[in-house]
């Protein structure tokens, strides 16, 4: 079974420009989330999908980052304008279904960005 | 809000020998899960363990066990006969139960290091 797909794995931009991330999740599954993980600390939720509606987005900064997942599948993060303090990992999960006991949410290897 | 605090910055441990991560969180809720995760230097979240928290009996896999207070709002991995291939980041994690937004809630993680 093919893991959560991301892409780039790096990315370097300067502030104020305009960058975007891109995930496939694992085929079939449900649910949609985008963290952002500074160095030094853990994940934090940025954004839930579930199919292509939006369940959670109270974190997003919403003047600056957007994220779709137009047809329930792939999933784009952006940010425009980007800003120094958003250089971090951003970490791409999907798992079958939210809510159910068993659930588990595999997550992809991240894209890490910089900005200078 | 939850939270979730590791108060352990890093730990050092000799390989074979056991080493236990603490983790403390602070909920309302009575319905949760509770998770720990490896992330080595890949940057890919690996499900370790999980704890739902209508379950008295505390979870175990492998080398690897949880002790799970609830009364006392804690939930601490131990990791016995450690291996070189233990060493990574560790982090705790919280997920509401319940219908809406599920997202996890992380810890700050524990760096782990395993001498040989």
């Known amino acids: 079974e093919a893991g959560v797909a991301q892409s780039p794995r790096y990315k370097i931009i300067e502030k104020r420009q305009s960058v975007a991330f891109w995930c496939n999740p694992i085929s079939g599954h449900a649910t949609l989330y985008w963290y952002q993980q500074i160095l030094g600390q853990g994940p934090k939720l940025l954004i839930q999908?579930?199919?292509?509606?939006?369940?959670?987005d109270s974190q997003l900064p919403k003047d600056r980052f957007s994220a779709e997942r137009l047809k329930g599948v792939d999933s784009t993060l952006k940010i425009q304008p980007a800003k120094l303090e958003d250089s971090a990992v951003y970490l791409c999960?999907?798992?079958?279904?939210?809510?159910?006991?068993?659930?588990?949410?595999?997550f992809g290897q991240g894209t890490r960005l910089t900005v200078v | 809000a939850q939270t979730v605090t590791q108060s352990q910055p890093e730990m050092s441990v000799q390989e074979a020998e056991t080493v236990t991560l603490s983790c403390t969180y602070d909920?309302?809720?009575?319905?949760?899960?509770l998770f720990w995760y490896k992330q080595p230097p890949s940057r890919q979240m690996i499900l370790v363990i999980r704890?739902?928290?209508?379950?008295?009996q505390n979870a175990t896999e492998n080398r690897f066990s949880v002790n799970f207070q609830k009364a006392a709002k804690s939930f601490s991995l131990k990791i016995s006969d450690s291996q070189l291939g233990d060493a990574a980041m560790y982090f705790c994690a919280y997920r509401p139960g319940g219908g809406g937004a599920d997202g996890l809630t992380f810890g700050k993680g524990t760096h782990l290091i395993i001498q040989p």
């Open positions: 909920t309302s809720e009575s319905d949760y899960y």
């Open positions: 704890q739902e928290a209508y379950k008295q």
């Open positions: 999908f579930q199919n292509n509606g939006v369940v959670d």
């Open positions: 999960a999907s798992s079958l279904e939210s809510r159910a006991a068993n659930t588990e949410a595999f």
